[in-house]
């Protein structure tokens, strides 16, 4: 596994705990089709939640939210129809979050939800 996919994967990881532990209910991880990949599905409340995790190890390229361009929450607008099309009893309430995670040289990561990003 490449390194890159590794801190992925553990942010991915950390986001999953993050929103259960905030009353989330995960409802798939990594949706793939021909458009993209959604990385988390959730649900709060009744809300279908769309979540977009980004990982970083430090702040030289920037804050991991700050990776989300309009360009990427574009897509994730289609691929939340896309998954609403393939799993019709998805809901009508849709939110787009965004979980960013920064690894610590030492201890417990750093993660700040924005909920409702775009």
């Not at 991915?12 to 949706?31: K, M, P, S, T």
């Not at 691929?79 to 960013?100: C, E, T, Y």
Request: with cysteine.
């Amino acid at each position: 596994m490449r390194a890159k996919d590794a801190i992925g994967r553990y942010g991915e990881d950390v986001a999953v705990r993050h929103l259960r532990d905030a009353g989330l209910e995960i409802v798939e991880r990594n949706w793939r089709c021909a458009e993209g990949e959604i990385d988390i599905v959730a649900r709060e409340r009744g809300a279908l939640v769309i979540c977009e995790v980004k990982t970083r190890s430090s702040a030289v390229c920037g804050l991991p939210v700050e990776a989300v361009t309009r360009k990427k929450a574009d897509q994730l607008r289609r691929l939340a129809l896309l998954w609403l099309q393939a799993h019709p009893a998805g809901g009508a309430d849709v939110r787009f979050d965004v979980v960013s995670v920064m690894r610590q040289p030492v201890g417990a990561a750093v993660v700040e939800h924005v909920r409702a990003a775009f």
